[in-house]
């Protein structure tokens, strides 16, 4: 069973850092591309990040490049999102999602991790 | 990177069809045949309904179909259920592994 459990959020102020984390399971996880979508409260999703299946292609949405970077383990069957100047609208939900091995959509999300950045 | 423009609810009763529009640009919707549907009910995780404009992975149910028509995809839920009552997000390529959310849609069983 595909499994994906992201793990790392909390409480933060206003310009600092978290290390968001996702243990990928029940699947080849060096075989697929990966993602971040995040969800601030009430709002809807917001494609964040990917990474190809070796790591050495990274994308990110302009509302977080320069802040955010995406990595991953594959060793380790993980995949990692740090996030440094951290602002309120950084608010939300962050979801890993494994892309498709045909590519071009999402088809295992993780239950997400909350992350709060408020003073 | 705009979001997708997608209604902000839809109703409907049950055994009735509702579609959901999706309207992007050239860039996104119309320039690639990558759209996809996310079912999400509260507090859970988004679901995979539709792929690539109009496939259905296993297990989603054979009511729910997809279109596109050039710069705007569409998501027709047919004999509207109970559980069918969830918010529902369109999803575009845009080149270069950048993906775009639509702004969502709450589906209302009446």
């Known amino acids: 069973e595909v499994q994906l459990v992201e793990s790392g959020g909390g409480l933060v102020q206003p310009g600092g850092s978290l290390r968001l984390s996702c243990a990928a399971s029940?699947?080849?996880?060096?075989?697929?591309?990966m993602m971040w979508v995040r969800q601030a409260p009430g709002e809807g999703l917001e494609w964040v990040s990917y990474?190809?299946?070796?790591?050495?292609?990274?994308y990110y949405a302009d509302s977080v490049k320069g802040r955010f970077t995406i990595s991953r383990d594959n060793a380790r069957n993980s995949l990692y999102l740090q996030m440094n100047s951290l602002r309120a609208e950084d608010t939300a939900v962050y979801y890993c999602a494994r892309e498709h091995a045909d590519g071009y959509n999402f088809d295992y999300w993780g239950q997400g991790t909350l992350v709060t950045v408020s003073s | 990177q705009s979001a997708l423009t997608q209604p902000r609810s839809v109703s409907g009763s049950p055994g009735q069809s509702v579609t959901i529009s999706c309207t992007g640009t050239?860039?996104?919707?119309?320039?690639?045949?990558?759209v996809s549907w996310y079912q999400q009910h509260p507090g859970k995780a988004p679901k995979l309904m539709i792929s690539d404009v109009s496939k259905r992975p296993s297990g989603v149910p054979d009511r729910f179909s997809g279109s596109k028509s050039g710069n705007t995809a569409s998501l027709t839920i047919s004999g509207l259920q109970g559980e069918d009552e969830a918010d529902y997000y369109c999803c575009s390529y845009a080149s270069r592994s950048v993906y775009v959310f639509g702004t969502g849609t709450k589906v209302t069983v009446l």
């Open positions: 029940g699947f080849t996880f060096s075989s697929y591309e």
């Open positions: 990474i190809s299946t070796s790591g050495s292609t990274k």
């Open positions: 050239s860039s996104d919707v119309g320039g690639y045949n990558y």
